[in-house]
């Protein structure tokens, strides 16, 4: 009865390869985040979708690709991985659910190493 | 754009001690929310603030939503183990995206036993 489930929990990879990072929710949300969290643990908004459309899109590098195939699903696919890329990476989702539209729930994060 | 500023950074206390952090905003918010979050897992949500003045608790957990909307307090009763961790806070809405958090620098929290 996981709410929000990530895959894979690690991901380690070379430089310059193409991955990508699966997260889903249960908890009937229309919302959907990617977090990236550094080494400092600051946590930093990437991307958001609401009912499958992209409604945030920080400043990130457009090797970052995030898809929504349903509104229980989003993806992030990342090319030509670089160094600075190695991270935890978060899903989370809100709204129209389980609490309150602010009230985001997080997956158990994904840790990427670029070596 | 909008900035939180929580503190203290870290914490190292004692068994049994109580603890307070706080956050403090430039601009005013709608909702506080006060996550935690231990080692290789994702954040929890502890306690959500919705009102100014707002007191809510959770266990030994205790937030508030402060008078000015610029500001939130999380205090925590009778420290145990347990209780070690990150602790975040987050504010949402009123000016910005309605569907943004924006996160505290985080106060990692040790006790000692």
């Known amino acids: 009865d996981t709410a929000v489930s990530q895959t894979p929990k690690y991901l380690v990879t070379q430089m310059g390869n193409d991955k990508s990072i699966k997260c889903e929710q249960n908890?009937?949300?229309?919302?959907m985040y990617w977090y990236k969290q550094d080494s400092k643990k600051f946590l930093k908004i990437m991307f958001s979708?609401?009912?499958?459309?992209?409604?945030i899109n920080e400043t990130v590098p457009n090797r970052f690709s995030p898809k929504s195939p349903d509104k229980a699903h989003l993806n992030l696919h990342i090319n030509s991985l670089e160094l600075g890329d190695s991270a935890v990476y978060f899903c989370a989702s809100s709204g129209g659910g389980r609490g309150r539209r602010s009230e985001q729930f997080f997956g158990p994060g994904t840790r990427l190493t670029v070596l | 754009g909008q900035q939180l500023n929580q503190s203290p950074q870290s914490m190292f206390i004692q068994e049994g001690e109580d603890v307070s952090m706080n956050c403090t905003s430039s601009s005013i918010f709608n909702t506080w929310l006060w996550y935690k979050q231990e080692p290789g897992e994702g954040p929890v949500l502890l306690i959500a603030l919705y009102k100014a003045g707002e007191l809510t608790s959770n266990g030994r957990l205790t937030a508030q939503f402060g008078i000015t909307r610029k500001d939130s307090f999380l205090n925590i009763s009778a420290s145990i183990p347990s209780d070690v961790g990150i602790y975040f806070c987050a504010g949402h809405g009123s000016g910005g995206s309605n569907y943004k958090l924006t996160f505290g620098k985080g106060t990692l929290l040790t006790v000692n036993p």
């Open positions: 979708y609401n009912n499958k459309e992209l409604i």
């Open positions: 908890l009937g949300h229309d919302t």
